[in-house]
């Protein structure tokens, strides 16, 4: 039996003082507020480990490569190209190298699950490897090394644009038809043998799946968290408008049956009656604000769709920055850029730091299928430590303002299923990761 005392620990009913934390194995057993410190691993502050609701794994490995300018003005458009040679030149071995990378940093950020949106399938020049199942094999090895929680999302990538279009030449490697995607989620459910682990599916976007076959995917798969990207840029509004007369949300919610179980990634485009249909679904709104920042995609509206009760996660989706108290602290400084406003995601009298932390965790487990992100007797002992290192000393919420909005307070140690992966805010293996990153990075630029 292994226990933690923290000074102070975020249980469900609120912050509470000298809490023994005791897990024996993955789960925890129990939790003591009131206790004494006697021989046990000690920490200032202990949090429920955060799940990152969505990753592209791979493009960690050209994170700051496309931040230089060419003749014409630089779009989301002309950094996917980027990204899609990028994609071309990965092999197997690469591809773990960094997504291993990717892992060790989210876990040192403080998640202790990914929610991976996998699409990169098959070889270079298209086809099929031997074990249609390999490069997602590669996604659940660098989870299980860096001992991160998974929550794979295969993605389903037929055509390149609205209307079945055809896929194109740079897409090749993503694609699937119909029934070879659902072999594939057979063939997973039987190869992921970790018992935390989940298994969804995700139609990469409207542009990329029709509503006839995200149908048949549905009724095949009846159950089970379904990702779809979503609204993220105005010329995707403006396409489906022309080819469907209705907006990205606007034809998902029509329809599809978007419930509780769907996570709607960026959704960042939305009139009002999108904004409260998707709120009303019981979906999460899957928000990368560091990325979203990143490519221009826009402003989620988030004052009022948390107004209006929708729920939402933080993903690091392009990985371009893997960073989780600076996730939302771009989703606040993004509203009060725009806002000339404040406190503006705290949404009534309170913490903000508390509001979007306790936001994020419970929308994160939900949209990755995952326990309740709680420090509560059974619920997995996924635990982040974070330490004060200037005072003055934080009291509850306090701890989570500093560390999203001010300095000195940072992520000591985290457990990932009962297991210890981080401690003095380094992953164990980080240098053995890093030497692999390396070298994968370096094969694919030369
Ligand atoms: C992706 N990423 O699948 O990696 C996408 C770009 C697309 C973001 N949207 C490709 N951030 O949407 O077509
Ligand atoms: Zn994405």
């Not at 070889?123 to 074990?131: H, K, L």
């Not at 055509?159 to 989620?185: C, W």
């Not at 996660?313 to 960073?323: E, H, L, P, Y």
Request: contains cysteine; glycine residues 12%.
């Amino acid at each position: 039996m292994k226990t933690i005392f923290a000074d102070w620990a975020l249980l469900p009913g609120g912050w509470a003082r000298d809490v023994a934390v005791q897990f024996d194995g993955a789960a925890i057993a129990q939790v003591q507020t009131g206790a004494a410190p006697s021989g046990a691993t000690r920490v200032q502050a202990l949090i429920p480990g955060m799940a990152n609701l969505h990753s592209h794994a791979f493009q960690r490995g050209m994170a700051g490569l496309a931040e230089t300018r060419g003749d014409s003005a630089d779009s989301f458009w002309t950094w996917r190209e980027v990204m899609y040679r990028f994609a071309l030149a990965l092999t197997p071995d690469q591809m773990q190298a960094i997504a291993e990378l990717a892992y060790v940093e989210m876990l040192e950020a403080g998640f202790t699950r990914v929610g991976e949106f996998h699409y990169l399938h098959h070889a270079p020049d298209g086809a099929t490897y031997a074990d249609p199942a390999e490069m997602s094999l590669r996604i659940l090895a660098a989870a299980q090394a860096t001992g991160l929680h998974l929550t794979h999302l295969p993605v389903f990538y037929a055509h390149a644009d609205f209307g079945g279009a055809p896929p194109a030449p740079g897409q090749r490697r993503f694609i699937h038809a119909p029934e070879a995607f659902l072999r594939l989620l057979d063939s997973l459910d039987r190869q992921m043998t970790r018992p935390l682990d989940r298994l969804g599916f995700a139609p990469h976007s409207l542009r990329a799946a029709t509503g006839d076959e995200i149908a048949a995917l549905l009724a095949a798969r009846p159950t089970g968290p379904v990702h779809i990207h979503v609204a993220e840029q105005l010329r995707e509004v403006e396409d489906c408008l022309k080819a469907h007369g209705q907006r990205p949300v606007e034809r998902l919610l029509a329809t599809q049956p978007v419930d509780a179980r769907w996570c709607l990634i960026h959704a960042t485009h939305l009139t009002q009656a999108e904004r409260q249909g998707l709120a009303a679904s019981g979906a999460v709104a899957g928000l990368c604000p560091v990325t979203e920042a990143n490519l221009g995609d826009g402003l989620f509206p988030a004052p009022d769709f948390l107004a209006e009760g929708g729920r939402f996660g933080i993903g690091t989706d392009s990985n371009v920055r893997v960073a989780l108290a600076g996730e939302l602290q771009v989703l606040e400084y993004g509203q009060r850029l725009t806002l000339r406003q404040r406190n503006v995601l705290a949404g009534g009298p309170g913490s903000t730091g508390g509001a979007l932390i306790r936001g994020a965790l419970a929308g994160g487990a939900q949209a990755l299928a995952a326990p309740a992100a709680e420090i509560a007797p059974g619920a997995p002992a996924d635990l982040v430590a974070l330490r004060d290192d200037t005072g003055p000393a934080p009291q509850g919420d306090r701890w989570l303002d500093r560390w999203l909005f001010g300095r000195g307070v940072a992520v000591g140690s985290v457990w990932a299923g009962g297991v210890e992966c981080v401690s003095g805010g380094r992953h164990r293996d980080r240098d053995r990761v890093v030497a692999g990153f390396r070298r994968a990075v370096e094969a694919v630029q030369a």
